[in-house]
Each structure stands twice: as C-alpha cells, then as structure tokens.
C-alpha cells in the first residue's frame, strides 16, 4: 500500500543516522508528503544535504521545550500543508552526565528537561497539530526498553520513556473517538547521536546482537518498515501499541550461555 496523497511531519532527524530518517526515508520512497522540522541552524543543514534528492519538503525550526515553538511551527504547517495524516516523534535528550553510573543522584533539573522534551513534547504536538489531523491521522513515537526493564546507564532516560508509553495509551484513548491512532516503537540500539550520549553503548549494541533471537544490529531499514506499517493504512486497527522492533530482544531472559561471562 502506497502512502500517495498523505502528508505528515517527522521531528528528530539530525542527520542521516538518525531513526527518524530512516522513517522518512521510507516514507518518502512510499509516496507521503514529508514535512521535517529540526533544532537550530545547524541541523537545517545536515537537513538540507540530506534532502538534496527530495525537493520541496518544508522545514521548520522547532525547539520542542518552548511551548511558543510548537505552537508557532503548527500553525505553519496548517497554513502550508493543511492536512496531518501523520506526525513522527523522535525526539529524546537527557543530560549525558547522567546517562552513566548510578541514577539515584540525578537531579530534579536534569530529571525535568528529559521529562519535558522526550514525553511532554508528544503532548503538546498533538495537541498543536490536531486542529490539522483528520480520521485516519497517525501518531508514531520512539521509545526503547529501558522503560519497562533496567538497563545500565540509561537511567533518567528510562524514566521518561515510561512517561512517553503512558502518554501513547492516554492520547490514543482521548483521540480514539475522532479516528487518530497513537503507537510508538520500541527499537534496539542503533548508533546515532543520542545514542552516543549513553556509556558503553557500543557494548549494549554488541551485547543486543549476542542476545536478540536474530542475532543482528536493528537498523533504519528494520524500523522504517514496521513505522510505514503504524503511519499507513495498513494498521488502520491498530492503537495505543507499543511495538518492538529489536530483533526479539525484549522476549529474552537468558540468551546464549556464550554471550555471559562465567566465572
Ligand atoms: P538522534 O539522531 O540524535 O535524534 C534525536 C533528535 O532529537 C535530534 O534531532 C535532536 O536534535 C532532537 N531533539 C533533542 N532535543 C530537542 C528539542 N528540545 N527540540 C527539538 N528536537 C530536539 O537520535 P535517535 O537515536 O535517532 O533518536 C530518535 C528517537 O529514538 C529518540 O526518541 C530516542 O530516544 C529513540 N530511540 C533511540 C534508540 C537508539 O538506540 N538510538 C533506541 C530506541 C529509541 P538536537 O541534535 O538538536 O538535540
């Protein structure tokens, strides 16, 4: 099924590496009308060398902790574009000085901006965009299973992906009624610029592909796939979802005796 005719906006691509290329990417191969919007100067020009063979997409700066930004950067997009068939948020930040070691000395500072731009910020761009969003709109974000489960060092972070999970089911529950479906993806490590903000995420990468039942990195390409399933028609049943994209990861509680280090 082609995405021809739909028109959405992705946050979060920083660069070619990022998750949310390899979402527009496929989308953008699949037909959709991709609107980007980015944070600062700087990354409207890895954005404008990435975009070199798809012109005409409309970018929008859009710092998303500044409430005035969201809402200036939706009514834009209403004036330029109109409809919002779909929006992607993949968008996270926590302070990497606590983003390793213990998280008991996080500090509520620290604690309050990762809240805030990694799960408040799907809040108040869905409530932005929705005077723009129709029946049949979809809503996609990106979490990871430090959430539910621990995992050394991503800490604070973890935390707000518990919050941005619980924003999916809420919002998918309020908008439900009016057609809008709201679903995130739980990826497996992919090394991208947030990522590297995380200690030893190299060896998480090495570890997930010791574990994971597919024995492989997840790549753009894995969750460009499942993002055009959740952005399309094709899950038009499918809401409040959080869906894995880690190669099995999260079914596993003990892997190859192998990948352990046995005394
Ligand atoms: P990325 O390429 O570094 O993308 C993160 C994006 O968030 C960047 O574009 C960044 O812009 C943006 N951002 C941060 N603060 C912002 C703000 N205040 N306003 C607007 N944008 C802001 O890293 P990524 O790994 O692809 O991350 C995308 C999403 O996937 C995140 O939600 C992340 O938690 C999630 N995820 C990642 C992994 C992984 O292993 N990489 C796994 C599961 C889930 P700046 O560079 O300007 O800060």
Known sequence: MSMKGKKGIIFG??????IAWGIAKKLLEEGAEVAF??????????????????PGCKLYDCDVSVEENVLKVAEQYKAEVGQCDFLVHAI?????????????PTPKDVFLQAMDVSAYSLVSL??????????????????????????????VMGVAKAALESIVRYLAYDL????????????????????????????????????????????????????????????????SEIMYVDGGYNTVAVGPMAAYDKE
């Open 13 to 18: 691509v920083a660069n070619d590496h990022s």
């Open 37 to 54: 919007s980015y944070n600062g100067e700087r990354l409207k020009r890895n954005l404008d060398k990435i975009l070199q063979n798809y």
């Open 92 to 104: 996270g930040f926590a302070n990497k000085d606590y983003l390793k070691g213990a998280f008991l």
């Open 126 to 155: 869905t409530r932005a965009f929705k005077p723009s969003m129709a029946k049949g709109c979809s809503i996609l974000a990106l979490t990871y299973l430090g959430s539910e489960k621990v995992v050394q060092n991503y800490n």
């Open 176 to 239: 439900g009624k009016e057609g809008i479906r709201v679903n995130a993806i739980s990826a497996g490590p992919v090394t991208t610029l947030a990522a590297r903000g995380i200690s030893d995420f190299t060896d998480l990468v090495k570890i997930h592909r010791k574990i994971a039942p597919l024995h492989e990195t997840t790549t753009l390409e894995h969750i460009g796939g499942a993002a055009y399933f959740l952005l399309s028609d094709l899950s038009s049943g499918v809401t």
